[in-house]
């Protein structure tokens, strides 16, 4: 990938000697520059790829048909809670449809694919804030939440509702 050695955001000098604390137009340019690489990495064609892949794939347009209904028949169910005499075989049938969801290749390989840019835009975030100062908060990684998944709220587009 690209460094950004040589990549400086221009200090502008004021009329009356001093210096403002950046040129907002230059720091942006870079940043586009620097999301421009990292759309033209392997790592973001990779996901792409298979983002492609899972949504051109019938297998995961059926059973993501089948995890909608699912999902609908145990959100109805969720309204009363576990009090609700289906509620159980609700959940079940949600979970086992996910699960069949999830070992599909195309999406497997599509949640890998997303787990790696998500990992290179944090470590991105991580290396800019850093740069400014050890104290400034970095954006957070889901890495110990699992998050990204089908079904689960992550940014898999297969449709399966549970994705943005």
């Known amino acids: 990938m690209p460094t950004a050695e040589g990549l400086t955001a221009i200090q502008l000098?004021?009329?009356?000697?001093?210096?403002?604390?950046?040129?907002?137009a230059s720091l942006l340019l870079c940043a586009y520059e620097l999301g421009d690489w990292i759309n033209q990495?392997?790592?973001?064609?990779?996901?792409?790829?298979?983002?492609?892949?899972?949504n051109e794939d019938e297998q995961v347009k059926q059973v993501t048909r089948r995890f909608a209904k699912a999902k609908e028949l145990f959100v109805e169910c969720e309204r009363f809670g576990r009090f609700h005499p289906d509620y159980n075989e609700a959940k079940d049938k949600v979970k086992l449809i996910?699960?069949?969801?999830?070992?599909?290749?195309?999406v497997r390989r599509f949640k890998a694919a997303e787990q790696v840019v998500d990992e290179m835009l944090y470590e991105v975030s991580r290396t800019i804030?850093?740069?400014v100062s050890d104290n400034i908060k970095v954006?957070?990684?889901?890495k110990?939440?699992?998050?990204?998944?089908?079904?689960?709220?992550?940014s898999c587009s297969c449709g399966s509702g549970g994705c943005s």
């Open 98 to 106: 996910e699960r069949e969801l999830s070992e599909i290749e195309s």
């Open 139 to 142: 954006p957070g990684n889901e």
């Open 144 to 154: 110990a939440g699992g998050g990204g998944s089908c079904g689960s709220g992550g």
């Open 13 to 24: 000098e004021q009329p009356q000697g001093g210096v403002t604390s950046l040129d907002m």
């Open 41 to 54: 990495s392997a790592e973001v064609a990779e996901y792409l790829y298979w983002k492609t892949a899972v």
């Open 129 to 131: 804030a850093e740069s």
